[in-house]
């Protein structure tokens, strides 16, 4: 069974508004978890996600090394 086109952009924006909402919620720990600047951590995590998602798309493969090295970490302790 195919997926119609429209599903699967729904569902990509779906995971990017997952991955900025994490990486929102990191900043915010990262910088002492400061009350009322949630915009300015939801936007900077938009152009960090934009910025991955742009070297992924051309090759880098940088990202993904990352995210393989993160696991390796929490998988040897």
């Not at 952009?9 to 600047?37: L, V």
């Not at 939801?42 to 393989?68: C, K």
Request: avoid cysteine.
């Amino acid at each position: 069974m195919t997926k119609h086109p429209i599903w699967e952009e729904h569902t990509m924006d779906i995971d990017r508004e997952d991955r900025i909402r994490i990486r929102a919620h990191e900043i915010w720990e990262r910088e002492g978890k400061p009350f009322g600047r949630e915009e300015e951590h939801w936007e900077r995590a938009g152009r960090e996600v934009e910025a991955g998602q742009n070297s992924l798309q051309a090759g880098s493969g940088s990202a993904t090394t990352l995210q393989g090295e993160k696991r390796n970490q929490r998988t040897a302790r």
